[in-house]
Structure formats: structure tokens, C-alpha cells
């Protein structure tokens, strides 16, 4: 359908388009974490889930400062946190530690998981209360990139000589510890 002469072109600014950009190339660093579990490079997987975590706190910063909030915008930085920070981490941490041990572990990453994404659920919708102005500076619960950093520094280290379930109890108590706190119940 050929464009009227009267109608106005849409201006679509690339600069505008930035904020989801950056929300894009922090879930393709969450996926790369992934990747890199799997093939066994723990280190880079932890690494690129902290740069996940930056560029998560980059992409609403740029979406208010260029007057660029879409709610396009919103789903897709809820979907990338997801993602990021409660599918990823969990699998990191049960290829890392818990694969070997019995389902406990896999248990551990499913109720972590559950719990992140009941956690952005809960949060989206209270986010659109009718009625309401939704105040955005207010978390309920832990941010959903704090949870895998929150306990990790105790977690993710244990000592190489201790092996078995009770080696790897700390990680599995984080794990359910995120999981639990970040989903604000």
C-alpha cells in the first residue's frame, strides 16, 4: 500500500532503540554463560553473568535518560531478568556442582528458578496496579539481579577437598535462599 503524501513518515530514532539494545546484549550474555558452563569454563559463565548484571542496570538508566520508556521496553528488560538471573545462574551452578550429586540439586535450580520468575511476575503486575502511579524505585522482595549475587560469594567457592551432598549443602541452602527471599515471600 503505496504512503499518501500527507501522511507523516515515523521518525524512529536508533538512539531511542538503545536502551532495548543493551537489554538484548545482556540476555545474549546470559545464553553465552550458558555455553561456556556447559563446556565446562565456569569462570567466564560467572564473569558474564556479572556483565549481564551491569548492562541490566544500564539499560533502564539509558531508557529514562533519553525519554525512551516503552512498555516494550519493560517486558522485554522483565524477560532478559528472567533469563539472566534466574534460569541462568541456576544451571551454571547445578553444571558447576550439583549434576553429579542426586536430584536434590536439580530441585534446588527449579524452586530458584520458580521463585524468580514469581518474583518479576509479582512485581509487573503491582508495577500496573490501576488506579496507582507506580513508584519504580520500590522492590519487593531482592531485585532479580541481586539474587545470584546476593549468596554467591559464599556459595560458589566451597572447598575443592569437600565432595559428596554435604560439600555442596551450602549451594543447594543459597540456592532455595535466593529463590525464597527474591520472590518476596
Known amino acids: 500500500m503505496a504512503r499518501k503524501p500527507t501522511d507523516a513518515p515515523r521518525e524512529m530514532l536508533v538512539l531511542k532503540l538503545l536502551p532495548n539494545l543493551v537489554s538484548i546484549l545482556a540476555l545474549c550474555a ?12 565456569f569462570p567466564m559463565a560467572v564473569l558474564l553473568i556479572g556483565t549481564a548484571a551491569a548492562l541490566d542496570g544500564l539499560d533502564g538508566r539509558l531508557a529514562r535518560m533519553l525519554k525512551s520508556e516503552s512498555a516494550i521496553g519493560a517486558e522485554l528488560d522483565s524477560l532478559c531478568d528472567f533469563v539472566n538471573f534466574g534460569v541462568t545462574p541456576g544451571l551454571v551452578l547445578y553444571l558447576w556442582a550439583l549434576r553429579p ?19 518479576l511476575a509479582r512485581f509487573n503486575v503491582g508495577s500496573r496496579a490501576e488506579g496507582e502511579a507506580a513508584e519504580k524505585t520500590v522492590f519487593i522482595g531482592v531485585p532479580s539481579p541481586a539474587g545470584p549475587c546476593w549468596r554467591w560469594c559464599r556459595c560458589i567457592w566451597p ?18 535462599r535466593c529463590g525464597w527471599w527474591g520472590s518476596g515471600s
Open 159 to 176: 572447598s575443592p577437598s569437600r565432595r559428596g551432598l554435604a560439600g555442596w549443602w551450602p549451594c543447594l541452602r543459597c540456592l532455595w
Open 101 to 119: 550429586e542426586t536430584s536434590l540439586g536439580w530441585i534446588a535450580v527449579l524452586v530458584y528458578a520458580v521463585c524468580c520468575m514469581l518474583r
Open 30 to 41: 546470559g545464553l553465552t554463560a550458558i555455553r561456556f558452563a556447559i563446556a565446562g569454563n
